[in-house]
Nanobody
Framework: QVHLVESGGGLVQAGGSPRLSCAVS????????MGWFRRAPGLEREFVAG????????YYADFVKGRFTISRDNAKNTVFLQMNSLRPEDTAVYYC????????????????WGQGTQVTVSS
């Protein structure tokens, strides 16, 4: 069973630039696409960013394009989300997940999820 553990969240001022990390157990990390999702209070979970198995292709939700960057280090079984120019509306629990499909923006394509890390953006 694969385990995903997010870190790097916390309280951040608007305009801040934290980096989230997601460490993934197992020896098959480099075989899978990965993604980041978020769930804000009272809202549905939504796709934030996705990356293919070797980092050659990345995908972003429109509301983070130009501000967030997803990347991965297959040697360290880790996927990252660099968040820049944070806004109060980015406040949410951020989840990383493993995708069995290249359809990285579709939450049904993911078979393993982390517990999430809270990001709170103060104005």
């Amino acid at each position: 069973q694969v385990h995903l553990v997010e870190s790097g969240g916390g309280l951040v001022q608007a305009g801040g630039s934290p980096r989230l990390s997601c460490a993934v157990s197992g020896r098959t990390f480099s075989s899978y696409a990965m993604g980041w999702f978020r769930r804000a209070p009272g809202l549905e979970r939504e796709f934030v960013a996705g990356i293919n198995w070797n980092g050659g292709s990345t995908y972003y939700a429109d509301f983070v394009k130009g501000r967030f960057t997803i990347s991965r280090d297959n040697a360290k079984n880790t996927v990252f989300l660099q968040m820049n120019s944070l806004r109060p509306e980015d406040t949410a629990v951020y989840y990383c997940a493993r995708s069995w499909s290249p359809r990285v923006s579709d939450s049904s394509a993911y078979d393993s999820w982390g517990q999430g890390t809270q990001v709170t953006v103060s104005s």
